[in-house]
Structure formats: structure tokens, C-alpha cells
């Protein structure tokens, strides 16, 4: 029932309304809930509790990234780009000078006044590889996949 809905009024509204009204045979094994069985009457109190439990963790994760960004922490595993893992200390990131090249040229483009299409078109014309496909180059974790857009189908193709 946790999996099913967050919001106990709308999984009641699910549950007691719309899936008898179209015939539905509604089974929670974990929670033993059978509609075929008839009501189970602490289902709906079982549902404020699933609504209370997901509330009370998402705030306790959101108080865990705010502690951690406040004391200076990384909210990331890798680091964006213009930025690279320090060999020494994995915690600590050490400015890529290449890439950091190519965003201050962005920066000073968009200062220049030049907008994200005219700043593509330039990176484009300048053949500067995205992040995808810089860091793939590279040898180094990408949080993307290669799609045609950023050059590299050609590359996975091949293999």
C-alpha cells in the first residue's frame, strides 16, 4: 500500500471508489489487502501512517543535504564539469583547466550577450564536444549516455 500512493485520501478514493466502480480487483499481499475479500478496516489507518512515514523521511533527507551543503560537503558523486576528483583526496575536486577554458568562454559569451542558442552554435562551429562527450573521451564517469546529439553513437556503434 506504501508503493501504491503517498496520499491516503487518494489511495481511499482508488481503493473505495473508482476501483469497485470499474470492476478492479485491488491486491496488497504485504498489507494483506484483497477488495475480492471485502473491506480491511485498518486499511485506511495503515494508509495515514504510509503518509506519515513518507513525510518524516523526506524532511530527514532534506535536513541530511542541507547539513551536508551548510559543512561544505559534495552533493554529488561526480563532479560537474570544469571540475575534476582530486587522485589524492576523492572529496575533493581540482578545477580541469581544459574544460574550465570552454565554461568561462561560455560565460563570457553569455556576457557578451549572446543567448543558449547563439552559445551552442558557437560551441558547435568551435567543434567543442559536450560534457557527455568530453568526459567520455576523457576515460571518466559520464552521468549520461551517449546519444546522437553529443557525437559519440558512431563510437558505441562500432563496438
Given at each position: 500500500?506504501?508503493?501504491?500512493?503517498?496520499?491516503?485520501?487518494?489511495?481511499?478514493?482508488?481503493?473505495?471508489?473508482?476501483?469497485?466502480?470499474?470492476?478492479?480487483?485491488?491486491?496488497?499481499?504485504?498489507?494483506?489487502?484483497?477488495?475480492?475479500?471485502?473491506?480491511?478496516?485498518?486499511?485506511?489507518?495503515?494508509?495515514?501512517?504510509?503518509e506519515m512515514y513518507a513525510r518524516d523521511t523526506s524532511k530527514?533527507?532534506?535536513?541530511?543535504?542541507?547539513?551536508?551543503?551548510?559543512?561544505?560537503?559534495?552533493?554529488?558523486?561526480?563532479?560537474?564539469?570544469?571540475?575534476?576528483?582530486?587522485?589524492?583526496?576523492?572529496?575533493?575536486?581540482?578545477?580541469d583547466p581544459e574544460a574550465a577554458a570552454v565554461v568561462q568562454?561560455?560565460?563570457?559569451?553569455?556576457?557578451?550577450?549572446?543567448?543558449?542558442?547563439?552559445?551552442?552554435?558557437?560551441?558547435?562551429?568551435?567543434?567543442?564536444?559536450?560534457?557527455?562527450?568530453?568526459?567520455?573521451?576523457?576515460?571518466?564517469?559520464?552521468?549520461?549516455?551517449?546519444?546522437?546529439?553529443?557525437?559519440?553513437?558512431?563510437?558505441?556503434?562500432?563496438?
Amino acid at each position: 500500500m506504501s508503493r501504491f500512493g503517498r496520499d491516503y485520501l487518494q489511495v481511499g478514493m482508488y481503493t473505495d471508489i473508482l476501483f469497485p466502480d470499474f470492476g478492479v480487483h485491488f491486491i496488497a499481499v504485504n498489507d494483506g489487502v484483497d477488495s475480492a475479500r471485502g473491506e480491511n478496516e485498518f486499511t485506511a489507518i495503515r494508509n495515514i501512517f504510509n503518509e506519515m512515514y513518507a513525510r518524516d523521511t523526506s524532511k530527514e533527507i532534506r535536513a541530511t543535504w542541507r547539513s551536508k551543503g551548510k559543512s561544505g560537503e559534495h552533493l554529488c558523486t561526480n563532479p560537474p564539469y570544469g571540475y575534476l576528483k582530486d587522485q589524492g583526496d576523492k572529496k575533493k575536486w581540482i578545477v580541469d583547466p581544459e574544460a574550465a577554458a570552454v565554461v568561462q568562454k561560455i560565460f563570457s559569451l553569455y556576457v557578451d550577450g549572446l543567448g543558449p542558442t547563439q552559445i551552442a552554435k558557437w560551441l558547435r562551429a568551435h567543434k567543442i564536444k559536450n560534457p557527455t562527450a568530453y568526459l567520455i573521451k576523457r576515460g571518466l564517469p559520464a552521468a549520461n549516455k551517449p546519444t546522437l546529439t553529443n557525437g559519440l553513437t558512431k563510437l558505441f556503434a562500432a563496438r
